[in-house]
C-alpha cells in the first residue's frame, strides 16, 4: 500500500512540475552524452595508443644513389642491432606502389608523382618502440642514409591532440553535470513547496523522513534514468549514422570504436544518474525544505 501511494505521488509530481521535469530530463540526457562521449575518448585513446604502437616503425631512407654494397651493409647492422626485431627492404618501386594505395582517393596527386622521387628504405619492427631514438641516433648520419623517421614521434602529436579533446569533453561534462544538479536541486525545492500542505498533514499523523522524502527523491531518479536513457540513445546514433556512417573513411584510420564498449556504457550512466539525482534531491530536501 505504502509503496503504491509513493510511486502515484512520483508520477502526480512530475507531472505537475511537467515542464521543470522535461527541462530536467534534457541537461541530465547532454551532461551524460558528453560524460559518455569523455569516456569513450578516453578508453579509444589508450586502444588507438596500444594499436598503433604495436604497429609502428622506424623507417631508414636511403639516398637514390646509394649503392648496392652500402645497402646491404646496411641492412645487416639493423639485423644485428638489438633493439630491431624485423627489417623489411622496400625498393622504389615498392614504395611507389605504397604510395598509390595510400592516395588512391586523390589520382592527381599519384600522377603528379614520379616513381623515381621517392626513395628506397627500410621498414623496421623494434623490439620496442621506446628504443627509436637509439637506433636514429646510430644510423642518422650514415653513409647511404637519407633520414631515419621514427613514426612514433609523429603520431605523438596526434595523440596529444586527442588527449587534450579528451579533457575538454570530460570538463564539459562536469560543467553540464553541475548545471543538472542544480536544476534537479531547484525542481525538488519547487515540488516541495508546491504540496507543503499535504508534506505538514502527513507530518502531523506521524510519517517518518523517509516516507515523506521518498516521492521527491524518485522523482530526482526517475528523470535522471530516463535522460541516461536519451544519453544512450545518442550515443548509439552517432556510432551508426556518424562514426560508422558520414565520417566512416576518417574513422577508418583507427581502431573502431566497439558496440560493446558503447553497451557497457549504459549502467554507467543509469548508476551515476541515479545516484547523484537521489543524494542531490535528499541533500536538498535535507538542508533547505523543512520536511
Known sequence: MRAKYVMSEVFLGLW??????????ITMAVSLTML???????????????????????VVYLQRDVTEEVTAQIEA???ESPYVETVKYESKEQA?????????????????????VLPSAFRIKMVDIADAPKLQAEFQDREGVYQVTNQREILQQVFDILGGAQRLTLIVALVQGVAA????????????YSRRREVAIMKLV??????????FVLEAVFAGVIGAIFAFATLVAAKFL????????????MPPISMQSILLLLPILVGV???ISAITAWITLRFNIKV
Not at 16 to 25: E, G, L
Not at 45 to 55: A, C, K, L, M, P
Not at 242 to 253: H, P, Y
Request: charged content about 20%; overall charge negative; aromatic content about 10%.
Open 181 to 192: 544538479l542544480m536544476l534537479v536541486a531547484n525542481t525538488i525545492q519547487v515540488a516541495a
Open 242 to 253: 556518424v562514426i560508422d556512417g558520414q565520417f566512416a573513411n576518417l574513422f577508418s584510420l
Open 77 to 79: 647492422e639493423l639485423k
Open 16 to 25: 505537475r512540475n511537467i515542464s521543470m521535469t522535461v527541462a530536467m530530463i
Open 273 to 275: 544518474s541515479a545516484v
Open 96 to 116: 611507389y606502389e605504397r604510395f598509390k594505395e595510400t592516395f588512391k582517393d586523390t589520382p592527381d596527386l599519384v600522377k603528379s608523382v614520379d616513381a623515381e
Open 206 to 215: 506521524g510519517a517518518p523522513n523517509w516516507f515523506v522524502q521518498a516521492p
Open 36 to 58: 559518455g562521449a569523455g569516456l569513450l575518448l578516453y578508453n579509444q585513446v589508450d586502444v588507438i595508443e596500444e594499436y598503433y604502437q604495436t604497429n609502428l616503425e622506424v
